[in-house]
């Protein structure tokens, strides 16, 4: 639930920290003391879109923080979407949400205190709070969001995900057929491309192991020359033999000799000796490596030439197709597998066919038992709306949950494979949903006919139709948080009590805890109802204006709901005290 809200400078709020209670919370106040900003503002904190207009004038920075503590429900939900970013609080069971704006238009969202993205911020949001505003109450005569509601109802979420991923298949499959039927010229042209191309590769004969072979070898005979005369001169400095002066083989023999003299004269010295003895046989070994590699070195030009042309053809090959041997050889592959299914794409368009209706079965049949799983929901759905309206004085209203298929059309190819679904009774249309079309029917008097609600509810009709969804769908839906703005928009006092009391009821419908309510109402009957009650006013000083939120005490209560009666008297104040007496 949604523990304490801190908002500083958010349109006409300079600053308010507000500490909410469990169960069923009212905002009341004059019309345009920021009731309705308060929601705003948590929308904004969970997510919502917003621009600099929302800051506080003469002021650079909107800050809002909301500090939630979550039931043991609430965290097997969220603890999965902050674990792979580490997001999680020290208490596991508090979440803190945070978002700022500025003038300049810099928005950073927090979770636990480090920076995330907005959508992060959305995707907690929707496990947190369930916001119903006019926008909301809009969305339930959108026919769109109807099967979504009767799912929810249903918990059908896992098998419409199950449903939805052979939809994802079938696509898939359609994807690949649809880049196999392309025009037959261009598919030509793409076989010669593709031959090419592997042709030009596989005539290269290239070896993984050879560019760094290659790279070494023209170096040596780009270098012969050199090469040759630095080898020669250490060998000459090292053993000539014909020379004048001693050579460092001579000079190092002497040594060995006098060494072998000392350790006859001092036997300690003995180790000197065969150290130097090891000295001269190692260096005789370089001086024959260095005679070794003297004749291996190729003045060759010729061999050089095709060196070159051999490296020249790999950089080549490299630039058209990968940055290593190792890459063209896999573009070469590839292409050969492309070239592969094109020359035998007949036998694949087959056997894509073959899928294709394998799928639309298979979506015929998941998608008829997801139907048929809908349809006794929906009754269901229907028996309980009905009840709920019953009790809020729409004795006569019948609701009703249509479900219907819509035929797949013929395919505008001819001899072209069927689209629809496959089922017994023929072939449907269907998305990632399902098969069916779904839409709630309403009859607000007795002897209408049904009809979609957008054409017979009205603003309060509408707002007993949501309040009624919200209580069927109460046990389904596992969001410990609602807020209704403007759901007792068209309704009087009469029945606002009724409202009041299913509002305090939705309230208590949770399985670990009891649910948190927050209505902004203006109905005395409704706000009667409440367990915690708070008072949006707005004050001036210094002639700025700013929102003052206050939590209201029983005797502020009672004088508060005489004042939304028309004015505190006394008998205004008995009618509050027997309207606070009502409360379960």
Not at 255 to 277: F, I, K
Not at 489 to 504: F, S, Y
């Amino acid at each position: 639930m949604l523990a304490e809200l801190t908002i500083t400078n958010f349109a006409i709020i300079e600053r308010v920290h507000i500490r909410f209670a469990p169960g069923f919370n009212v905002l009341t106040g004059e019309t345009g003391a920021g009731k309705s900003i308060l929601i705003d503002a948590v929308s904004f904190l969970l997510g919502g879109r917003a621009d600099t207009s929302i800051v506080r004038a003469e002021t650079e920075l909107c800050t809002i923080e909301g500090i939630f503590v979550l039931s043991p429900q609430g965290r097997a939900s969220i603890d999965p979407l902050l674990e792979p970013d580490a997001l999680q609080n020290e208490d596991p069971n508090v979440l803190i949400l945070a978002r700022e704006i500025r003038r300049s238009g810099h928005n950073v969202c927090r979770i636990n205190g480090r920076a995330v993205r907005l959508g992060d911020l959305e995707a907690i949001g929707e496990h947190l709070i369930d916001i119903h505003g006019q926008s909301e109450h809009l969305s339930l005569l959108q026919e769109r969001t109807h099967l979504d509601f009767l799912d929810r109802y249903a918990d059908l979420g896992t098998a419409r995900a199950a449903y939805a991923k052979e939809v994802r298949a079938l696509r898939a499959v359609r994807r690949e057929l649809d880049d196999l039927l392309r025009n037959e010229r261009e598919l030509n042209q793409r076989v010669d491309l593709l031959r090419y191309q592997i042709d030009e590769i596989a005539a290269a004969h290239l070896d993984p192991d050879e560019e760094e072979a290659l790279t070494q070898e023209r170096n040596r005979l780009a270098n012969a020359e050199r090469l040759a005369e630095l080898s020669g001169e250490v060998v000459a400095l090292l053993a000539d033999e014909g020379g004048e002066q001693s050579t460092a083989i001579d000079l190092l023999g002497q040594a060995v000799r006098v060494l072998a003299s000392l350790a006859r004269v001092d036997p300690a010295t003995e180790g000197y000796r065969q150290r130097m003895e090891q000295i001269e046989y190692e260096l005789n070994d370089v001086i024959g490596s260095l005679r070794d590699y003297q004749g291996e070195i190729e003045f060759n030009p010729a061999r050089l030439n095709r060196v070159e042309e051999r490296i020249s053809l790999i950089r080549r090959l490299q630039h058209k197709y990968g940055d290593s041997i190792e890459e063209v050889l896999a573009f070469e592959e590839g292409a050969a597998e492309e070239l592969d299914r094109i020359e035998h794409s007949e036998e694949r368009i087959a056997e894509l066919h073959q899928q294709e209706q394998a799928y639309l079965r298979e979506i015929g049949r998941q998608g008829s038992a997801l139907s048929a799983l809908r349809r006794v929901a929906a009754a269901r759905l229907s028996e309980a709306v009905e009840a709920e309206l019953a009790e809020l004085r729409m004795e006569g209203a019948r609701f009703e949950v249509q479900i219907c298929w819509r035929e797949a059309a013929d395919g505008a190819v001819v001899q072209a494979p069927p689209e629809g679904a496959e089922v017994p009774a023929g072939r449907y249309d269907f998305d990632e949903k399902g098969l069916d079309q779904v839409a709630f029917l309403l009859s607000a008097n007795v002897g209408e006919e049904l009809k979609p609600m957008v054409k017979v509810a009205s603003g309060g009709e509408t707002s007993r139709l949501m309040l009624a969804l919200k209580t069927a769908l109460a046990q389904a839906d596992q969001i410990p948080t609602l807020i209704f703005d403007e759901i007792d928009q068209g309704i009087g006092g009469r029945i606002g009590g009724v409202v009041g009391q299913k509002l305090w009821g939705l309230s208590q419908a949770h399985s670990e805890q009891r649910r948190q309510v927050f209505c902004v109402t203006h109905l005395p009957q409704l706000a009667g109802y409440a367990d915690s009650h708070l008072h949006v006013r707005k004050t001036v000083a210094e002639g700025r204006t700013r929102t003052v939120v206050d939590l209201l005490n029983q005797a502020e209560r009672i004088r508060e709901l005489a004042q939304m009666l028309g004015g505190e008297s006394e008998g205004t104040r008995e009618i509050a005290e027997t309207l606070l007496a009502q409360r379960p």
